[in-house]
């Protein structure tokens, strides 16, 4: 079994929900199915759509693939690799975009989230077919399963409505992906209510030093209830964060001393810095081992491997489609 999931390097760094909002479900997924396949890639092609700096996308790509190795991702297991040096994702793109409607992807929902922010005329094509490349990406390795936010299903629906298509018009060539949500992810929210976000200024990367988290952690409001009167956990922003971080046993204990006389929130906030501390060191530890050289040499040995499966793909295709001579 594989699974397919991907990395946009639209940033060179992750915040705290992305962490427990696409890391660790990831890890858990990986965990559940202890013998499948997984190829995690950096959607590189598709930040392009946004993102036209050249250095901060290379750079991007390797700063991100870092912190996923310092997040515990095993590089063993994870296959990662750079899809823009393999030629065929683009290949398989014009396939498809020979085969899909105007209409159909005038539906898409990143084509109307691009409408909502601008003009029609001045959407780039390639925003326009983003879910083309997406289904090439997915369709080229056979993936079973994709593990994705709400956001995205529709994108991995016209992957498998291509793939159909294809297979009705061409015999049997792709497998359908299965589409992955994982309802239990938490949206990490801060404390003005929103979900954590860089759109939002609300976050707090997990390469922040101890004086910005700490600055971040002072200005979370809290209610005047003084010492002596009982909390309620529940009502508390800086609760709601402690909570990311605790074991069960921890949350009881925590809880109970909002219940009883004599938490300030001076101290809470002050458990809750060293929670988040005691976390993000130990990545920011391995992330400073980590060299650059270290990550291009091993995405471009995965990328080697991967293409090798692509171009066999690809093969089996251009027969399908009489493009081999
Ligand atoms: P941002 O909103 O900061 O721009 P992205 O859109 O780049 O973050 O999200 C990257 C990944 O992290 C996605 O899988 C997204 O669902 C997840 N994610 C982002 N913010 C949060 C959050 N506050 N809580 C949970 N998951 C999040
Ligand atoms: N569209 C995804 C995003 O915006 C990234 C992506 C590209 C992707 N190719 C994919 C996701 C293939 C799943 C499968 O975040």
């Keep these: 079994m594989r699974i397919l999931t991907w990395v946009k390097p639209t940033d060179s760094q992750f915040h705290i929900g992305n962490y427990f909002g696409a890391i660790k479900p990831m890890l858990h997924l990986a965990d559940k199915f202890k013998d499948a396949e997984i190829f995690l890639f950096l959607a590189n092609m598709h930040a392009f759509t946004q993102l036209h700096d050249a250095s901060a996308l290379k750079q991007n790509g390797i700063n991100i693939v870092k912190l996923y190795a310092a997040c515990w991702v ?9 899809p823009a040096e393999i030629p065929w994702h683009a290949q398989l793109g014009w396939i498809f975009t020979c085969l899909t409607h105007m209409g159909f992807m005038e539906r898409m929902h990143s084509y109307k989230e ?5 003009k029609a005329k001045e959407i780039s094509i390639g925003t326009f077919c983003y879910p083309i490349l997406m289904a090439a990406d ?9 593990p994705v936010g709400k956001d995205q299903k529709q994108h991995v629906e016209y992957a498998r409505d291509i793939a159909m298509k294809f297979n009705n018009e061409f015999g049997e060539t792709f497998k359908m992906p299965d589409v992955y949500i994982q309802e239990e992810v938490a949206t990490v929210l801060w404390v003005d209510g929103r979900k954590m976000s860089k759109s939002y200024n609300n976050y707090i990367w997990l390469l922040d030093d101890e004086k910005t988290i700490l600055k971040r952690v002072k200005q979370i ?8 009167e009982v909390k309620n956990p529940d009502e508390c922003n800086v609760y709601k964060i402690c909570k990311l971080f605790l074991t069960p046993e ?21 458990y809750l810095y060293e929670k988040i501390i005691s976390f993000v060191q130990p990545i920011q530890k391995r992330y400073a081992e980590i060299s650059d050289e270290t990550i291009i040499a091993l995405v471009n040995k995965n990328t080697k491997k991967v293409n090798e499966i692509a171009q066999k793909k690809i093969e089996e295709i251009y027969k399908k489609v009489g493009f081999k001579l």
């Design 74 to 82: 095993d590089l063993e297991r994870f296959i990662i690799y750079n």
């Design 221 to 228: 409001p809290t209610s005047t209830l003084a010492i002596e």
């Design 138 to 146: 997915i369709l080229l390795y056979d993936a079973n399963i994709v």
């Design 250 to 270: 921890e949350d009881e204990i925590l809880r109970k001393r909002y219940l009883a006389w004599g938490l300030s929130y001076k101290d809470v906030k002050e």
């Design 114 to 118: 691009a409408l909502d922010k601008g």
